[in-house]
């Protein structure tokens, strides 16, 4: 068995199918997905604190004649994560030990593995953001949230001036400057924001 990098090319932000075009920002090279469950495992990895950085089909892994293309890879500190998305499409039986055998971490998804309040929450949080945050709205709530530790998505709203609130706050929850709880229930007033710390 071998394995072959694929170059990645330029960051792409949006998607090429659906109705749904999330902006994506750690996606090095061009968005391409086999399907929806696929489409929404790339928004659960902009969430995920532990990527760095991911990518579509980069790889590709060859066991005697027959070549194979995973669906993700993702890049964390401390090891390569190798993701599938297992729905209709379902990978060779090989590929789990191809990916071993190169010192990677495979991880096969289905839906029952995703949980649907933080997906909804991800995807929601991606269709709202686009552009830019002015650097005063960037500023002024960095501050309050460092003086205060946390606020309310309510509180937060109030402090953008420059920026179309919901946006503002979606764009700085994607580019890591806040942090907002994806888990617990759907986004509303309520939902603790704090200052994003790693």
């Excluded at 960051?11 to 109705?19: E, K």
Aim: with cysteine.
């Amino acid at each position: 068995m071998s394995i072959q990098s694929l170059p990645f090319g330029k960051t792409s932000h949006t998607s090429q199918t659906g109705p749904f075009q999330p902006r994506f920002s750690r996606c090095v090279g061009r968005f391409i997905a086999r399907d929806q469950l696929a489409r929404d495992i790339a928004c659960l990895l902009e969430f995920d604190d532990a990527v760095s950085s991911w990518n579509c089909r980069s790889l590709l892994l060859r066991n005697g004649f027959d070549t194979y293309s995973p669906d993700f890879v993702a890049e964390r500190e401390r090891d390569v994560l190798v993701i599938d998305a297992v729905g209709q499409y379902r990978p060779p039986s090989w590929i789990s030990e191809a990916v071993s055998h190169e010192g990677f971490t495979y991880r096969p998804l289905s839906r029952g593995d995703i949980d649907p309040v933080r997906l909804k929450n991800c995807k929601d949080l991606l269709q709202c953001s686009g552009g830019d945050v002015s650097l005063g709205d960037r500023v002024r709530l960095l501050s309050v949230l460092e003086d205060q530790s946390s606020l309310t998505l309510a509180e937060s709203l109030t402090l953008f001036q420059d920026t179309k609130p919901i946006r503002g706050l979606a764009n700085m929850a994607v580019g890591r400057f806040i942090e907002i709880d994806l888990d617990t229930e759907l986004i509303g007033p309520e939902t603790i924001v704090r200052r994003y710390r790693g």
